[in-house]
């Protein structure tokens, strides 16, 4: 026998019993966005390298280090999806989607980074992020940060800590740049090597390093609101103004840059203090000039992404078993005529009561056998239909996860009676 094949590293796998957590994540995010009136688009996973290396910068950590990039049998240079935003504007451009149109988009799906795997963060993710096109006042930035402060009502999460931010226009964070190259500059003993390649490249960057030894310089540096214009200045005091209105805290972070170089004006991220070192599970921000240079007309455009393995540790360390969606009932079958007429009265069942979620036993086995089996499958009832149930015309019913006493229930009313018991609502 060979050696066993293994999952890729930081590429893991999602087993039926975590699966349900996803699944409860994103249906409340979906249902969010569909409230808000955000439609769905589905990107490609592989683009053309120089989609990537134009929209997010070529001196990024994420082109220069951690792109899956290949050349196909065509040879042309090919990269897996880092990030979602730079395949919708493609998509808007291609499809004359953003043409006198206001868009409002959502995506799901997995991304790619070569970048070391630690907890929550791997080299295959999952991201959901929205995008709104064609829009440029600061009332839709407001609504993209309600959205995602919705999102954490609906999802039962609290202590997120929005950060908040402006980069200006691309000639205020020019001159911005310019001031920030030199404060630097004079102090190069103080600055690693990372940030030593970044000061005529991407100065900017340097203020969202993460070394411990650079924090006091970053701190003492210049800050881009100094160099904001009237205008800039204006679109931002609103933003703040409508989150105050709306009774969003947030804390304004001036070191707040984004590594992604298409960003102007707004950027934003919701922090938490529960995941260690990487604490941002959902950022964004403004980025007007992305359309026009990746070929199409000058569109206004704001969105976000948010990874949802960090959700998921967030959603793991709250104790809500409702959330999971657990099996309503388990079918024991006992004997061929009740394993016949079993198969038939399950799919009555599925079809008179959607909601109702029925497993049923397939295998054959002993009624103590398929007994075990109905309790660890988590169902809240056994459902029992044996030789002598059927001659009687009933069923019995019996809770699983509590003592109350089996009992028994004509086949025939057996819909009216699960609307009951497992639907308090009535709904079907």
Known sequence: MGKSIQAIRGMHDILPEQSALWLFLESRVMDVLNRYGYREIRTPIAEMTELFRRSIGDVTDIVEKEMYTFDDRNGESLTLRPEGTAGCV?????HGLFHNQVQRLWYRGQMFRHERPQKGRYRQFFQMGAEAFGLEGPDIDLEIIAITRRFWTELGIDGLELQLN????????EAYR????????????????????RLQSNPLRILDSKNPQMRELIEAAPTLMAHLGAESGAHF??????LDALGIPYRINPRLVRGLDYYARTVFEWVSDRLGAQGTVCAGGRYDGLVE???GRATPAVGFAMGIERLILLLEQIDDATRLAPLDAYLVTVG???????????EELRDALPQFSLLRHCGGGSFKSQFKRADRSGARFALILGE?????GVIGLKPLRDDADQQEVALEGLVAHLQRVLLPTGAE
Do not use: N, W
Not at 90 to 94: D, K, M, P, T
Not at 388 to 392: F, H, N, S, T, Y
């Open 178 to 197: 310019r001031q920030l190259v030199d404060y630097f500059a004079a102090h190069p003993d103080q600055l690693d090597e990372d940030s030593r390649r």
């Open 293 to 295: 240079q990746l070929g």
């Open 237 to 242: 005091e609103q933003l703040c103004a409508g």
């Open 388 to 392: 002598d149930e059927l001659a009687r």
């Open 336 to 346: 061929e005529a009740a394993a016949t007429v079993g198969a038939r009265l399950a």
């Open 166 to 173: 402006t980069l200006g226009t691309a000639d205020e964070r």
């Open 90 to 94: 493609r998509a808007g451009i291609q």
